[in-house]
Each structure stands twice: as C-alpha cells, then as structure tokens.
C-alpha cells in the first residue's frame, strides 16, 4: 500500500501520543520509586504529619505502598494504550490500516481501558482514606465518581475493533474473487 506524505493530522497525532507516553514513563517510574522511598522516610513522614497535628494510623504506609504502586499500575496500562494507538496510526500512515493486527490493538485497548476503569475505583478507597489523613482539614479530595465517557470509550473501542476485524475478513473476501 501506499505511505501517506506528510498527513498534518497524523504528525500531529504521533507527536501527541509520544508526548503523552514520555509524560506516563516519568509518572511510572516516579511512583515506582517513590514505593520503597515511602517506607525508607518512613520516620520523615511520620514527623511531618505530627507537625501538621496529625498522625500515621496503623496500617498507613502499607495501604500508601499499596496505593503507589496500584496507580503505577494504572499508569503502566496507560502506555499500553498508547503503544497500541500509536501501532495503529503508524498502519494508517503506511496506507494499510485494516489488518488483523489492528483489531486485535483496538480489542486490547477497550480491555486496558476497563482495567484502567474499575483500577480507577480500586484505587479511590485507599486513596481517599490516605487524601484524608495527609491532607490539611478540609483540602482531602480525592475524587472517584462514575465518568460515562470512560464507559463510552470502551464501548466505542469494542465496536471500532469488530469494524477492523469485518474490514479485514471483506478486503480478505475481495482479494480472493479478484
């Protein structure tokens, strides 16, 4: 198939997609690292909320390891999704973008974006509970509403792929009778 020159759209789009997986590579690795530093200034922390005329419950920097390393988690499916778009819109620039591959990346996303979803949720009651007692009195807001466009994009997605999948198997179909 034919490379599409200089498409502004899909420049564009390539430069934002790298962008945002830089942007979560730096977020992964600093909460990665900021999991064992929590426990190693464990005594820092535990000061400074005493300061603040707080204090560290029981149970704290277990949940707050727990918590770090469960938006890491999230954040790690991110790039995932990204990696997939960013296939994706390379097949498009080639010229060629209903292949079996990219029904397979759309499937993947909408699944990376259900865990990213219900991880979402998962990591809103430890998050709050930590927001609460790190937090200056009323400044705690950690937000875990239900956003339909989340649940919007997954089924979109799910559709988009099964789209692909059908492109692919009649372009299969074309090529065969010709």
């Known amino acids: 198939m034919s490379v599409i020159p200089r498409d502004p759209l ?3 789009l390539r430069a934002i997609i ?15 690292v900021a999991s064992p530093l929590a426990l190693i ?22 949940v707050l390891i727990v918590l770090l390393l469960g938006v890491a988690a999230l954040v790690i499916m991110g790039i995932y999704f990204f990696w997939d778009l960013l296939a994706i819109t390379d097949t498009v620039r080639d010229g060629d973008p209903f292949i079996p591959e990219n029904a397979a990346r759309l499937t993947r996303m909408a699944w990376l974006m259900v865990a990213i979803y219900v991880g979402g949720f998962i990591v809103t009651v430890p998050g709050a509970w930590i927001a609460n ?32 999948r059908k492109g692919t198997e009649m372009r299969e179909e074309l090529e065969g009778t010709v």
């Open 18 to 32: 790298w962008f945002a997986i830089g942007i979560l590579c730096f977020a992964a690795f600093v909460l990665v």
């Open 41 to 62: 200034f464990q005594s820092e922390i535990v000061g400074e909320l005493v300061k603040e005329g707080k204090s560290a419950p029981p149970g704290f920097f277990p």
């Open 10 to 12: 899909l420049t564009a």
């Open 133 to 164: 007692i790190a937090a200056d009195a009323g400044d705690a807001n950690f937000d875990g509403g239900f956003d339909p466009s989340g649940v919007i994009l997954v089924l979109v997605l799910f559709v988009l792929a099964r789209v692909f």
